[in-house]
């Protein structure tokens, strides 16, 4: 589970923040080539609010956010193609 899906559980966001989560879960895939003003333009928003955000479920910024979202994404990938091959990710 990508840890911004754990956001959706809580509270504490303010209704901008709240854009950006729903955005980003929405487009995680386009999250990958995009910049922290084209994301802030995408949320109707700011790139500060993007950094409060990115801060706010627990990383230190944009840059770190999406290296971890690659990297979150990149596991699930391997999960779900040893799943399909009949083997456990887990092994």
């Not at 956010?65 to 009949?86: C, T, V």
Request: hydrophobic share 35%; net charge positive.
């Amino acid at each position: 589970m990508l840890k911004l899906e754990l956001v959706l559980q809580g509270t504490g966001l303010s209704p901008a923040e709240s854009g950006v989560n729903n955005y980003v879960l929405s487009h995680v895939d386009d999250l990958m080539h995009m910049t922290i003003r084209s994301l802030a333009e995408a949320c109707y928003t700011t790139p500060t609010t993007v950094i409060r955000y990115c801060r706010k479920i627990g990383y230190s910024g944009f840059e770190e956010f999406k290296i971890r979202i690659r990297q979150d994404l990149s596991r699930s990938d391997f999960e779900s193609y040893s799943i399909r091959r009949g083997r456990s990710p887990w092994r």
